[in-house]
């Protein structure tokens, strides 16, 4: 079973320019989170989706930040204009319940310049 | 507020001898708590985990204490290997918040040949 899948794994970009991250859960999962981990701090929850539906985006940092999943399937993160304190980590995890352990992705390493 | 924090940034050990990782945690309504792995450049990958209701829990080399007397979590590793060196991030799961992970700052643990 392919686990959950990031792309991609590094993004360098301007400050100003735009960056969509692109999470691929396990196959089945409803539950689609994305998480950050700015250098240094912890590791900090973004949202949460079940399907298609946005459950809990209190963790957004700002209205720069927008996430979909149309389908119920993939997970896009796009992050417009970036500015420099948006480097960090994206982690993208997935579970077939809420009750249940989340997977994680290997990350994307977002560099803003 | 909700925070989970670990004590200790950094822990370097000896190949072969146990390693004891520490977290403290403030908010007593969590459901389960949980640990994992993060090597570099991968993704966080669960270990163990230990319902709220539970002193104690064992699994592969790894246990599990969790003191809710004073808040404190934590994770040993018994004959510790060169493989376990990796960073180790203690995080509460809410259920009634859509299981987000609520994580700590994270130990690296070195393990010394």
Same mark, same amino acid.
């Given at each position: ?13 301007e ?8 999470? /691929?859960?396990?196959?089945?999962? /409803? ?24 459950? /809990? ?7 720069r ?13 796009k992050v417009?204009?970036a500015?420099?304190? /948006? ?10 319940y809420?009750r249940?352990?989340?997977y ?10 | 507020? %909700?925070?989970? @924090? ?9 190949? @072969? ?21 993060? %090597? ?14 539970m002193d ?26 060169? @493989? ?23 130990? %690296?643990?070195?393990v010394?040949?």
């Amino acid at each position: 079973e392919a686990g959950v899948t990031q792309f991609p794994s590094h993004s360098v970009i301007e400050k100003g320019q735009t960056v969509t991250l692109r999470c /691929d859960p396990i196959s089945g999962h /409803d539950n689609l989170y994305w998480y950050r981990r700015v250098m240094g701090k912890e590791i900090k929850f973004l949202l949460h989706f079940v399907k298609e539906s946005k459950q /809990d985006e209190s963790g957004m940092p700002n209205n720069r930040f927008l996430a979909e999943r149309t389908g119920g399937t993939y997970s896009t993160l796009k992050v417009q204009p970036a500015e420099l304190e /948006d480097s960090g980590v994206y982690f993208c995890a997935s579970s077939q319940y809420v009750r249940e352990t989340q997977y994680f992705g290997p990350g994307t390493r977002l560099l803003v310049l | 507020g %909700e925070s989970v @924090g670990l004590h200790l940034p950094t822990l370097s050990v000896q190949e @072969g001898d146990n390693s004891i990782i520490n977290c403290a945690y403030s908010n007593s309504a969590s459901d389960y708590f949980i640990w994992y792995k993060q %090597e570099s450049g991968k993704g966080p990958q669960f270990i163990i985990d230990i319902r709220s209701n539970m002193d104690k829990r064992q699994g592969q080399r790894v246990t599990v204490l969790l003191n809710k007397t004073v808040k404190h979590l934590s994770l040993q590793i018994a004959a510790t290997q060169p @493989g376990d060196s990796a960073v180790y991030f203690c995080a509460e799961i809410f259920f009634n918040q859509g299981g987000k992970l609520i994580f700590g700052q994270g130990t %690296e643990l070195s393990v010394k040949p």
